[in-house]
């Protein structure tokens, strides 16, 4: 048994690969499982799942962490992209001074603590870097601590001494905001959150749905009814509108003579003909009372019928409104094409036949699939639900976001960066904009981005979980519980004064507030708690300002502990 133990163990320290997926089997499971009303998510999970696999002592190479990072954050703003563009026009200057509040409160927690406990510079900026989640922290005083003139010796201590303080609070930092915001926050705040997150998406034009259900009720409908007025035989199939008083109104298809008749503009109705009438409600209703009894003519009925967004590219529908738009297609293809919704700028927009049409809006067009498709070529680019992503899209924009996101300004020999995660991100929301705007390129399905967003998150946290792991438990036996509680404190405050502060002062949406409290903190995983617990992307619209706030602020900030500290 020891035997198939230890070869066990030596095959995932060979393989780390094993282990991370190992390590995603036991968190997404854990994760699913309730107590009652309680659960910890896959998030959570997953990185209690890393910790306890990383006991093995499995070491993962840093860049797989960071590669899984940079897909969770490019999903993110992808998703909520054109959503963030609008919230920044109103709250992006409240949201940057509520980061900064938050930073400092967990700034001065670590000063403090550190100095109640007699910690050095490197024990305080550990704490801070690992109780705030953030790595820029650890890093920047790492390095700062050479340009002391400390000696190279005292350096490399200090520099030890952060590195396992980061180490044994950078979990709690992680887990415990992620249960603090997606869990216990909305009970201190007295919401819904997930009902919450609802409303606002219907507000902004968020929709969040399960593709596998879908209303019953149908605007568009196709009916058939028997010719028992004799005034209509005789009369053009074109003229059924104006007839039954119901311009959108058209027919379809006939039976006539026995045989099935693809009517166009000329068509003579003929006596006892069975129309296939398209319309509306109320079309039904006019034409029941007008043309005759409805009766069940399944051949007639059984033509293929296409919903499809459709991408105005071209100058001449352009310049068209949606009736003239209507009588072009009725012209070109003898029938009448139904416009179900028009959006803009990635937002629905109500519409009339007045409307003037703008190139890249997108139509939503309802009718034969013959008739769509000619529809669809005189507009421009047909949007077609598919499977594939743009993967050449979005390595694209990963590859110039983690540019531009690694250019590093010194600032007084601070050395100062978005980061490359942080670039990512930025380049994410541009790329979701971009879509939402001009729809001819750039198309990631939702399952795929489900899978970017989910896999990308908990396999950083399970990364993270197994590399933390030995330097959890050396932590502890060198500064016991004490270290664990302080980054406790320093992990909590923050997202207390956020919360209270988000509500009573800036008065920002739940959502959003939480979001913003996970951004201020630096810490992902909370966020993807959050999104879990709101079964919605709206809490990421108030992460991505005070994250990056956060980023550049706490690297700042592991330089002025490290000074503060000496």
Known sequence: MYSLWSSFVDTLRAYPEIAIFLTLAIGFWFGSLKFRSFSLGAVTSTLIAGLLVGQLHIAVAPVVESTFFLMFLFAVGYSVGPQFFQALKKDGLPQVVFSLIVCASGFLCAYLIGKLLGYDAGLTAGLLAGGYTNSGTLGVATSYFKQLNLGADRAATLASLTAIAYAVTYPFGTAGAAWFLGTLAPRLLKIDLAASCKELEKTIGVHISDPDIAPWYRTVLTRAYRVNNGSLVGRKASELGSIIGSPDAFVRRARQGGAIVETDGGTVIEKDATLAIAGDRQVQLAAGRVVGAEVDDVELLSFPVEQLDVIVTDKMAAACTVQELQDVVMTRTGHRIFIAGLS???????????????????????????????????????????????????????????????????????????????????????????????????????????????????????????????????????????????????????????????????????????????????????????????????????????????????????????????
């Not at 380049?427 to 990308?456: E, K, M």
């Not at 406790?488 to 959502?511: C, D, E, Q, W």
């Open 344 to 566: 803009r700028s990635g937002r629905e927009v109500a519409f009339s036949l007045a409307t003037q049409l703008e190139r890249h809006d997108v139509l939503t067009l309802i009718g034969a699939h013959a008739d769509v498709e000619k529809a669809a070529r005189f507009l421009g680019y047909a949007d077609r639900a598919g499977t594939s992503s743009d993967i050449a899209f979005m390595s694209i924009a990963v590859a110039l976001g983690g540019l531009v996101g690694a250019i590093t300004l010194h600032l007084g020999g601070i050395p100062l960066s978005l980061s490359p995660s942080v670039g990512v991100l930025v380049a994410g929301l541009i790329c979701g904009q971009l879509r939402s705007v001009y729809r001819t390129f750039g198309r990631i399905p939702a399952p795929a981005l489900w899978v970017f967003n989910n896999v990308g998150l908990n396999g950083f946290i399970a990364v993270v979980g197994l590399n933390a792991a030995t330097g959890l438990i050396a932590g502890l036996r060198a500064y016991g519980l004490g270290l664990l509680l302080a980054g406790l404190i320093v992990s909590l405050v923050p997202l207390v004064v956020g919360v209270l502060l988000g509500k009573y002062v800036f008065r920002f949406h739940p959502g959003i507030l939480l979001g913003a409290c996970a951004g201020a903190r630096s810490t992902t995983a909370a966020l993807g708690a959050i999104q879990e617990a709101a079964n919605s992307t709206i809490p990421a619209i108030g992460y991505t300002i005070p994250y990056a706030v956060s980023r550049i602020v706490m690297a700042l900030g592991g330089v002025i502990i490290a000074v503060l500290m000496r």
